[in-house]
């Protein structure tokens, strides 16, 4: 058995080196040749039981443990449940052909990194490839993933109080921001090309997204010279009083994003869209026919749904129909449905592209 | 001993994904089918149900369709209306298309569509 080396060093060593548990042979070796291509060229072991695994796992350290569930002997959750409990530095990815909500809530309760399904790997390969990359890469050093319903007021005032040094580094999609913290003194921020005070109250409005502490960076110049808390006051009285014009601004958003989408529309050449939330009443451009469009589509969406389960064909990606007058797409993205209706001379074979990228661009 | 658990042991395994393609009348009876007998009957009988009911929900809607293509991230599902029966399609999506044996095997009306 080797030896394992200890602190940095062990780091070092198992950046890169990755196990794969499945007890299919041929998957593994494909797995396995996928994997070494990947940017950190990382090495890659196979164990076909979960025995095997646990075994590899105790002789080696490694990174990342790539897992299937239905195995024989030991399933993948109990694999899990052990590697949990004796390795709880190592990154766990299910990779599985159970498409189950019942075993994803299970896996992610057991703490993996990321669940995935064997048939949306094989569709998103890039996606998922990028995925392992980043927990390959993420520094393990300090840190933690999130703290749920907590503010980002809250957040801040945590830290300080704890006295904490740390680069508090925020995503809200594409948007990244960073705030340093020396002491528990707030000593610089950074938003889209803002410093100093003026990034920090730019940061203080984002309502969601996520955070990570990265280690502290100590000799980060100082660029902001207030306290913390003289900066929180000064940013909820600007953010009251923003709220007395925001009335104004919402309804300006709403004609500008009417107008967008009737653009959007005749330039795509779209011949109308529906959107459905989940609650309330849909939106529509180009049609009159709303409400028939709308029980349509939700009855023939949830029919599907239903065949779909039945199946055990995977989750429904979307419906498409046509006829001699236009061809229609069903399709779901973020909680609304969307009916999109396209005249019959626009199939071009990338109906359905053309379809994601104007929904994409819908709720710009 | 052990003759029950013989009789009535379940067999560990997943449920395969229909392959082929039936005709249907108005009433969802199949008339012909080139699916595999070994498929369960009550799974075919669902399938041919649901694409009526899609089909007459669209002519209700006033919208009525002569194909239907359902996606699923395993099976493709295409649909001709046929006066008021279909001719139904069944594709099961493979990981690697390229290594599919019978990927020449593609619905003309899909295929028309490029869906």
Redesign the interface.
Known sequence: MEERSSGADAGMENQSKILILDDEADWLEMCREMLVQLPSKPEVRTATSGAHAVAQLDAEQFRLLICDLKMPRIDGLQVLAIVRRRFPDLRTVVLT?L?DEEFRSRAYALGVDLFW????M??NMKMFLDCLESLLGRDMADGFRGIQNKSLMDIIQMECLSRNSTLLRLTRGPLIAKIWLQDGELIDAEVQGAHGETAFRKILYWKSGTFENLPAEPNHPRAIQKSVNALLLESAQSMDESEEQQTEIIEKTAHRKTVWRISLLTREGAEFVVALPPEGEPEAWGTQ?VE??A??AR??ME??R???E???????????????E???LVLNRDNKLFVVSWPPDK??????ERTKKLVASWDS | MGLLKKLFRRQAGVQELPSGSLTIDRNGNTITSTISSSYPAQLVREISKNVLKIFSEARDAQSPLAEINIHFASLRVTARELRGGAIIFLFPQVAMPHQMPNKSVVAPAAAANGQ
């Not at chain 1, 399904?117 to 949306?120: M, N």
């Not at chain 1, 199939?347 to 359905?352: A, M, N, R």
């Open positions: 052909g498409e399904l064997k048939t949306d094989q569709q026919n028939l469009h029980k349509w009855r023939s029919l599907a239903q065949l779909g039945r199946l055990e064909a995977g989750p429904l990606s979307y419906i498409g129909g046509s006829c001699a236009r061809n229609v199939v071009d074979g990338q109906l359905l």
